[in-house]
T-cell receptor
Framework: KNQVEQSPQSLIILEGKNCTLQ??????????LRWYKQDTGRGPVSLTI?????NTKSNGRYTATLDADTKQSSLHITASQLSDSASYICVVSAGFQKLVFGTGTRLLVSP | DTAVSQTPKYLVTQMGNDKSIKCEQN?????MYWYKQDSKKFLKIMFS???????INETVPNRFSPKSPDKAHLNLHINSLELGDSAVYFC???????????FGEGSRLTVL
């Protein structure tokens, strides 16, 4: 069964600290893996898309890694800011029109 | 300019009523979607349209009927609303079926 599991479910960190969010998937076939940021009351916004051959990709202070062998991805946030408080959703594409969504990690950055 | 816009943003209605949510994208994308996000924040696809043609119709009650008058618009009509329909509905679009998704801001539906 295609599944995407994210951990932790929620996380509180102090402003300025780094954090890492995890995504494990059992999706086949694999097309790409995406990370989305969803602010409260807003729609998800894409942070990164990674294909099978990419093992790291950065978008500003966000760095995603992908290990296709172990089927794991992580999203590392550097020097967190209050505006990073949001839900982060890992999504794996299994090909044509087939996206498998994780349940997300809720991050709260505290001053 | 808003890339994917949906209206209304909030909708409160009584059980049994019929309501519609409209979505428009100005990105020139060929594919549009409707997603439902429940109280646990889990996003689940409902429908996918490619160039006005229905591609995906997940297990959704037939009280939900999408309509795509052209490839820039995908509306969602819901008949005989039930309490369980309360959720946030997101419209999205992508250039290709495996491409990046662009979401609207969501429409929060509350059925009383």
């Amino acid at each position: 069964k295609n599944q995407v599991e994210q951990s932790p479910q929620s996380l509180i960190i102090l402003e300025g600290k780094n954090c890492t969010l995890q995504c494990n998937y059992t999706v086949s076939p694999f097309s790409n893996l995406r990370w989305y940021k969803q602010d409260t009351g807003r729609g998800p916004v894409s942070l990164t898309i990674m294909t099978f051959s990419e093992n790291t990709k950065s978008n500003g202070r966000y760095t995603a890694t992908l290990d296709a062998d172990t089927k794991q991805s992580s999203l590392h946030i550097t020097a967190s800011q209050l505006s990073d408080s949001a839900s982060y959703i890992c999504v794996v594409s299994a090909g044509f029109q087939k996206l498998v969504f994780g349940t997300g990690t809720r991050l709260l950055v505290s001053p | 300019d808003t890339a994917v816009s949906q209206t209304p943003k909030y909708l409160v209605t009584q059980m049994g009523n019929d309501k519609s949510i409209k979505c428009e994208q100005n990105l020139g994308h060929d594919t549009m979607y409707w997603y439902k996000q429940d109280s646990k924040k889990f996003l689940k696809i409902m429908f996918s349209y490619n160039n006005k043609e229905l591609i995906i119709n997940e297990t959704v009650p037939n009280r939900f009927s999408p309509k795509s008058p052209d490839k820039a618009h995908l509306n969602l009509h819901i008949n005989s609303l039930e309490l369980g329909d309360s959720a946030v509905y997101f419209c999205a679009s992508s250039q290709t079926s495996t491409g990046e998704l662009f979401f609207g801001e969501g429409s929060r539906l509350t059925v009383l």
